[in-house]
């Protein structure tokens, strides 16, 4: 077993016009293009959302991770396409897995080219109080450390014979009580040590805190919101006025 | 043992190692260990020194280069055969502790090695006895001390009764008491005929209980030989970020002062003798005995 696709939604620092886009205009952008993944069915119309995302990946220089995260959901896919077919129809299961990609490429976009700190100020700035907001980026922060963890987990257990069994769904669950156990174990572990360091800290010890850094829109995160906005309200009229578009958007399959 | 050819068991040749992310950890390797032998692996973290006896049990597979165990290569050998041969007893038992009793925790190590139902109960009995780990037999793993998980995690790669053992980091956070354990262990598994291996950056220890010093910095082995010569030599400390013992310290102290001593001081019994021997000629020459 590989920690590898872990790889996929780990920030690496990086100058590009993405990642030094403020994280409230991704944030926004993530959510903007969910909610049209949400509104709409039609394959052609999804396909046309999702392609709008690619200037995104690649003035990030994220195709690589991006292509890693979609070979992760593989499965995912499969299963998708399997069920929708038998319970509804395969043009559903089409537009059920361009929705599915537009909404985790538009937010592995979010986590990959924001900051763990920016992203602790991006929700204090939407209200969040701070306590969640530094839980929240604590936890991103400690995907990798587990990650490497888990990793000298599977090596300590194999050196005293442990296998990785092939077999049915139990013995495969039960196989993993090995790494599980001591996994949680060290977690829960590194929490109370985390926990013991932010109180020798004084954390929380006031109300009102100050912050050194601060997050700040610039013209080209106008720019893109502006065009987010458009490209939203855009879509709210297609989706209210259909007319609007040519027939041939609306094509799906036979079956 | 001796050092010859058919002693060999652990060789490697120009051995380099990869990270998946980019990372170069080796750099080409080439190392002899042989039957029996005792081994230091010293240098600063990041060194490569655990991603070296990771190739020892197939965890890692070489980039390029060889690692022969015993005649087997490890790229044509099964891990399940490898970690039988070699036992790498990990830093943190935490790591490793998972079963619901201390007996379980040693039988899930004992588990693929093809025992009979009474061989199995025999051999878990011997190693909770040996490992002073009887009284805890029934107890779950995780209410153990510090220093019982430790000597916990010793057994549950003892008891496969491995012919090349190697510590990760044993004397750390170990109280007085654990290290001695450790000491004793190594000495007894020594005189068993075992090969062991030790990571280390506790010089003091190393200096009493390992004969040979493997230094690496920067993915590479920069010194191979007894560990006093390598100890007490400036250039190849301050390359490695290590210090000297106490003892070559001092003996040093004492050479400089002019003071004739043997070669072997830097063992805590030899200096105690040399220095007893020393005062005590000093206290005749003046006065008789008075001091």
Redesign the interface.
């Known amino acids: 077993m590989s920690f590898e696709f872990m790889q996929a939604f780990k920030f690496i620092q990086m100058k590009t016009i993405i990642h030094n886009l403020d994280p409230r205009t991704k944030l926004l952008l993530a959510i903007i293009y969910s909610i049209l993944a949400i509104m709409f069915e039609e394959i052609f119309i999804l396909f046309f959302i999702f392609l709008t995302l690619f200037p995104f990946i690649f003035a990030g220089q994220l195709f690589k991770k991006w292509i890693k995260s979609i070979r992760g959901m593989a499965f995912l896919f499969l299963l998708l396409i399997i069920f929708n077919t038998l319970f509804s129809t395969f043009s559903k299961s089409i537009s059920m897995i361009i929705r599915i990609m537009i909404m985790v490429s538009s937010f592995s976009l979010f986590f990959l080219t924001v900051h763990p700190d920016d992203l602790m100020l991006s929700l204090i700035s939407l209200k969040v109080p701070y306590n969640i907001a530094f839980s929240f980026s604590l936890s991103f922060r400690f995907v990798p450390t587990i990650a490497i963890e888990a990793q000298n987990i599977i090596d300590a257990q194999k050196s005293r014979g442990y296998e990785m069994e092939q077999g049915g769904l139990i013995s495969q669950a039960k196989n993993l009580i090995p790494l599980l156990i001591p996994l949680i174990v060290c977690s829960m572990k590194r929490a109370f040590h985390i926990a013991e360091a932010l109180d020798s800290r004084a954390f929380g010890s006031t109300k009102n805190r100050t912050y050194y850094y601060s997050i700040s829109y610039t013209k080209k995160d106008w720019l893109i919101t502006v065009i987010l906005i458009i490209f939203f309200i855009f879509g709210i009229i297609v989706k209210v006025f259909p007319v609007l578009l040519p027939d041939w958007l609306f094509w799906r399959f036979p079956v | 043992m001796e050092k010859k050819l058919e002693n060999l068991q652990i060789l490697v040749n120009h051995l380099t190692y990869h990270y998946?992310?980019g990372t170069i950890a080796l750099k080409g390797i080439n190392l002899n260990i042989y039957s029996g032998e005792i081994v230091g692996i010293m240098g600063k973290n990041g060194a490569g020194k655990s991603t070296l006896i990771?190739t020892f049990?197939g965890?890692l597979k070489p980039t390029t280069g060889t690692v022969y165990i015993e005649n087997d290569e490890v790229n044509n050998v099964l891990?399940?055969k490898l970690?039988?041969k070699v036992?790498?007893v990990?830093q943190?038992p935490?790591?490793?502790?998972?079963a619901n009793t201390v007996e379980d925790e040693i039988r899930?190590?004992?588990?693929?090695?093809n025992f009979t139902k009474t061989e199995l109960e025999n051999q878990i009995n011997l190693t909770l006895e040996k490992f002073k780990l009887k009284k805890f037999q029934n107890r779950t793993p995780?209410t153990l001390s510090g220093g019982e998980k430790k000597r916990l995690a010793i057994a549950?790669?003892m008891c496969?009764n491995p012919e090349i053992i190697v510590f990760d980091e044993p004397t750390i956070g170990q109280d007085a008491e654990g290290v001695e354990f450790i000491r004793n262990l190594i000495k007894e598994k020594h005189s068993e005929g075992k090969t062991i291996i030790i990571v280390t950056h506790d010089i003091e220890f190393a200096i009493d209980n390992i004969p040979r010093t493997i230094l690496m910095a920067d993915g590479l082995i920069i010194a191979d030989g007894p560990t006093n010569k390598i100890l007490s030599q400036d250039q190849i400390l301050n390359i490695g970020s290590l210090i000297s013992p106490q003892l070559i310290i001092l003996s040093k102290f004492l050479i400089d002062s002019g003071i004739k001593v043997p070669d072997d001081v830097y063992l805590k019994e030899n200096m105690i003798q040399f220095l007893g021997s020393f005062f005590k000629e000093k206290m005749e020459i003046s006065e008789g005995g008075k001091f």
């Open positions: 998946p992310d990771k049990n965890l891990m399940s970690t039988r036992g790498i990990f943190n935490d790591l490793q502790l998972f899930f190590s004992l588990k693929n090695l995780f549950s790669i496969r």
